[in-house]
């Protein structure tokens, strides 16, 4: 762990100004992210006495080894760049509000030219209107089904809506009424985008208006006698009156809220909040967030704030009033924040009595419901990884705790197509998004040593280059333009605990040379057999045999699987590739994307050998000289095989 002393900066160099400043760790990851009104006082505080402060901060600046800040004009600009900088480094010792669960959404896609209303989750499209959060996701399953009675709006995904559109037939949607069809015509594009943005206004809140039109026609149809149409807009009405039952009015009519509870012990915390439009509840969202830093209610609120926001914009987003347990710090800032955010005013206060405050105590306890239920879910599973990872670390003799293991694992087919996995466990847990594939060709595809060899040594060789690139960390000021420059790559940089091999001495003996003529001696490796399921350390013997009820073999049998899932569907994808040869893929000049582009624009080989020159011409990316060669080509090639499948002879044509 790093001393604070070696890296505090001057007193005097630090100034008096408002900002936002941020510590790096040894490989130059931001760790944490902070802002004050005092930079000096602030700063100061993490360095007067570091045995006296908290154990998470005590931890946090004995991981660090450099502090840097960057001076704003006021405290509105630091918490936007503090939330700008949380989202983009993602610091280890932020509170960072994640889901606890992804929630669904009701979606009308408003940009197609024939909008598609649909339960997605997540809430990232363009041109796409969101209704929700909704929980559970059956509720706004069975609330789409009977609005579509009504708003018979497309609901199919874009293959159905080709193959009907092809055949001149409409699904089974079109048949019962639940879909305009659109799809053969029997509604125009233009009373479709209506009949959608219909749909909209109705979950928007005006479904009084709808509701009150149907009684109209209702009556009108009655009056000329026609009761089977009248009957028919009875059930309608019936069906929106029970999508309104579902969401039940809880204060004024006029109100739009969003009310905020947190329930908290010393290690974690739980938010809830109810979405309230129109009065009525018509969504509901909760996070579980481990508290990794030391915050008081008023900064976890405000933290809250800007995560839960800094995504969203415009009035349908942001509610003309924010409810919440405790006022953040800077209210008159956040406030400010959120009025810029909704484009205009945003109340944000405390409810202290009346149906508000009953409301906000009904969030409460569903905040302390889903804490009480996300510990006794991950009690098992965390004592489980923890216990796990300690065993492994004292079973193989290793004087560092295991944070992060590597895994490598190699796939081919009799020497062909030979690919290798690279997965990432940190603290347990798979971390995909440091998942890697590598392409296997030449010398290092002769065998499996080879290839273990050549994957260990591109990997640590990037690790170096990394390090090589990474700009020193020294405590002091930046520009802001500078900050992301100055971020080390992510890609390699970050080095592991344990290396892991899938396989006996060989294999190991293989990666312990990579590393050692790579100059890196303090990585560690370990290799998992097959046979017996024994670990093997380089230079060693005898393995290693963990009991077979053991935590950690599961752990270290877990990891290894992963990595030869990896590898496996990497190699079953570039083997079906090898298998699928054409005419097109033996013209020079001729890469996938134009392949792709002349495949498209003719749909076959057959209309592809008889086009001219000139035809050839007409897509995108084939010029005069391309499109000759590609007419020698097809015309020397003659009536022969365009395409065939290597593996079952069939013709591709």
Request: some cysteine; aromatic content about 8%.
């Amino acid at each position: 762990m790093a001393d604070p002393r070696s890296y505090r900066p001057a007193t005097g160099d630090i100034p008096l100004n408002p900002g936002v400043y941020r510590f790096r760790d040894e490989v130059g990851r931001v760790i944490y992210v902070g802002k004050a009104k005092v930079l000096r006082s602030r700063l100061n505080s993490y360095f007067a006495n570091p045995a006296s402060l908290t154990p998470k901060t005590h931890a946090m600046v004995h991981t660090a080894t450099s502090v840097e800040w960057t001076v704003v004009g006021s405290e509105l600009e630091a918490l936007q760049l503090e939330y700008t900088w949380i989202k983009e480094f993602n610091p280890r010792f932020n509170i960072v509000f994640r889901d606890d669960k992804s929630y669904p959404y009701l979606a009308v896609t408003m940009g197609e030219k024939y909008p598609r209303a649909q339960v997605m989750r997540g809430d990232k499209r363009k041109d796409t209107k969101y209704f929700g959060p909704f929980y559970p996701a059956k509720a706004i399953r069975e609330t789409l089904d009977t609005l579509l009675r009504v708003f018979p709006v497309r609901s199919c995904s874009a293959g159905v809506f080709k193959r009907a559109e092809s055949s001149g037939r409409p699904c089974l949607l079109g048949y019962i009424d639940k879909c305009a069809a659109p799809c053969v015509g029997r509604i125009s594009p233009e009373d479709h985008k209506q009949l959608a943005a219909d749909l909209c206004q109705f979950m928007g809140g005006e479904g009084t208006r709808f509701i009150k039109e149907l009684e109209s026609k209702m009556a009108d149809a009655v009056s000329r006698l026609e009761y089977e149409q009248a009957a028919r807009h009875r059930d309608d009405i019936a069906a929106l009156r029970r999508v309104f039952e579902r969401n039940a009015v809880v204060l004024a009519e006029n109100t739009e809220a969003d009310i905020f509870a947190v329930h908290e012990d010393e290690l974690e915390a739980a938010v809830q909040v109810f979405h309230v439009r129109n009065g009525r509840i018509r969504g509901q969202r909760g996070w579980v967030v481990e508290k990794v830093e030391d915050s008081t209610p008023a900064e976890f609120i405000e933290h809250l704030l800007t995560q839960v926001y800094g995504e969203a914009a415009g009035d349908d987003r942001i509610p003309r009033e924010v409810l919440v347990p405790v006022l953040p710090e800077n209210t008159a800032d956040v406030a400010a924040w959120l009025h810029e955010r909704r484009g205009s005013a945003v109340s944000l206060r405390v409810p202290q009595r009346g149906d508000k405050a009953t409301l906000a105590e009904t969030v409460r306890e569903n905040a302390e419901q889903s804490l009480r239920l996300h510990k006794s879910r991950r009690a098992g599973d965390l004592t489980t990884r923890s216990a796990s990872l300690q065993e492994l670390q004292d079973a193989l003799g290793l004087p560092i705790p295991l944070l992060r293991i590597e895994c490598y694992d190699a796939s081919h087919t009799q020497g062909t197509n030979v690919v290798a996995s690279m997965v990432v466990f940190e603290d347990g847990l798979p971390k995909k998004s440091d998942y890697r594939k590598f392409a296997i060709t030449g010398d290092a595809a002769r065998d499996d040593t080879a290839s273990m060899y050549d994957v260990i040594s591109r990997r640590f060789r990037n690790y170096l280059a990394d390090m090589a690139d990474t700009v020193p960390m020294v405590s002091g000021e930046i520009d802001i333009a500078d900050a992301s420059e100055r971020m080390p790559a992510r890609k390699f940089a970050y080095p592991p605990s344990l290396v892991i091999v899938d396989g006996g001495p060989p294999q190991v003996a293989a990666a312990s040379r990579a590393l050692a003529d790579l100059g890196i001696d303090d990585i560690y490796v370990v290799g998992l057999a097959k046979r017996l399921e024994e670990l093997w350390l380089p230079e060693d013997e005898f393995p290693v045999i963990l009991p077979r009820a053991s935590h950690a073999l599961y752990m270290v049998q877990r990891i290894r699987d992963e990595a030869h899932r990896f590898a496996i569907t990497f190699h079953r994808k570039k083997r079906s590739a090898s298998m699928t040869t054409s005419l097109l893929d033996t013209i020079d000049g001729l890469g996938p994307a134009k392949r792709e582009a002349l495949r498209k624009h003719f749909g076959s080989m057959k209309k592809m050998r008889a086009a001219s020159v000139a035809e050839l011409t007409k897509v995108p990316g084939i010029g005069p000289v391309l499109a000759a060669t590609v007419f020698d080509a097809l015309a020397a090639a003659g009536t022969g095989a365009p395409a065939v499948n290597m593996a079952t002879g069939e013709v591709l044509d």
